[in-house]
C-alpha cells in the first residue's frame, strides 16, 4: 500500500543516512572519498608553509621590537637564547604542523573507536515499522486513507529532512577539518611573535574542537540507539489515523534529540574547552 510505502521510504533514507554518519566517524579524514580530498588539501598545505615560513619571520621581527626596550638587550645571553628557541620552536611548528595535526586526529580517533567499543552500538539501531502500524492501515477504507496519507506525505518528509540535516553535521565537520589542514601553516606562524602567540593558540584549539566533535556526535548517537530502543507505543484500540499519527509524532520527536545533539556538538565542544 502506498501509505506504507511513503513511510518504509522515510524510515529506509533515515537508516541510510544513520548509518553513513558511524561509517564516516569511523574514517579519518585521509581516508574519506579514497584520500582524493586529502591530497590535495595537503599539496596545498605544503605551498601555504612557504608563506607561513615569511609571516614567521615578519611575526618574530615584530615580536622582538614589540617586547624588547632596545636592541641592546638581545646582546644578553639569556634573552638572545630565549629568543633563539622561540623562533625554533615556531619554525619547527610551521615545518611539522601537519604531523602535529595528523597525531591530534589519531588520539581523537582512537577516543572515537573507545566510545564504540565500549558502548557496544556497531552501527546504529535501524528504525523499522512496527507490525500493528501495517495492520491498521492496510485495514482502512479509501476515504479513511486519505488523511493517513496526509498525516504520512508530512511526517516521511519531515524525517527525510532530518536525516539530511544530520549527514550534513557530520560532512561538514569534514570539510572544516580539510580548510583548518590547508591554511594551517599562517596561524602557526604566529608563535614566532610572543604578542601574537594567541593566534596560533587559538588555532590549535579549535583544530582540536573541530575533532572532538565527532566523539560528541557518536556519544549522541550511543545516546539516542538506547534512548529510542523502545519504539514509540502504539495503541492498537484508537482509529487507524490516530495510530499512525501518535507513531509518527513520537518517532520525529526521538530523531529531534539526535539532530538537535549532533547540532550542538561544535557548541558543547567550545563551552568544554572554553573557547
Not at 493517513?148 to 549527514?167: K, N, P
Amino acid at each position: 500500500m502506498w501509505i506504507i510505502d511513503n513511510l518504509n521510504h522515510a524510515l529506509n533514507t533515515w537508516n541510510s543516512k544513520l548509518g553513513e554518519l558511524w561509517s564516516l566517524l569511523t574514517q579519518s579524514p585521509e581516508e574519506f572519498r579514497g584520500g582524493a580530498v586529502w591530497n590535495v588539501m595537503v599539496t596545498i598545505h605544503g605551498a601555504v608553509k612557504a608563506v607561513g615560513l615569511g609571516l614567521l619571520v615578519l611575526f618574530f621581527v615584530a615580536g622582538v621590537m614589540k617586547t624588547m626596550g632596545s636592541f641592546a638587550e638581545l646582546k644578553r645571553p639569556e634573552v638572545a637564547l630565549k629568543v633563539f628557541i622561540r623562533f625554533a620552536l615556531a619554525r619547527a611548528v610551521v615545518t611539522y604542523g601537519l604531523d602535529l595535526m595528523l597525531a591530534l586526529m589519531k588520539v581523537v580517533q582512537g577516543l572515537i573507536s573507545t566510545i564504540m567499543s565500549a558502548s557496544g552500538i556497531g552501527a546504529g539501531t535501524p528504525t523499522i515499522l512496527p507490525a500493528e502500524i501495517i495492520t491498521a492501515v492496510e485495514s482502512v477504507g479509501f476515504f479513511e486513507s486519505i488523511p493517513l496519507w496526509a498525516v504520512t506525505l508530512i511526517g516521511g518528509l519531515f524525517i527525510i529532512i532530518l536525516s539530511f540535516i544530520m549527514i550534513l553535521s557530520v560532512y561538514g565537520r569534514f570539510f572544516r577539518i580539510y580548510l583548518y589542514t590547508a591554511i594551517a601553516p599562517v596561524p602557526l606562524a604566529a608563535f614566532a611573535g610572543e604578542p601574537t602567540q594567541n593566534i596560533g593558540k587559538a588555532f590549535l584549539k579549535s583544530y582540536c574542537a573541530v575533532l572532538l566533535e565527532g566523539a560528541v556526535i557518536v556519544l549522541a548517537c550511543v545516546i539516542f540507539s538506547v534512548f529510542a530502543s523502545s519504539p514509540p507505543p502504539v495503541d492498537t484500540g484508537a482509529a487507524a489515523v490516530t495510530q499512525v499519527w501518535s507513531y509518527v509524532g513520537g518517532l520525529i520527536f526521538n530523531m529531534l534529540i539526535l539532530v538537535g545533539a549532533v547540532k550542538m556538538a561544535d557548541r558543547v565542544v567550545k563551552e568544554m574547552m572554553g573557547l
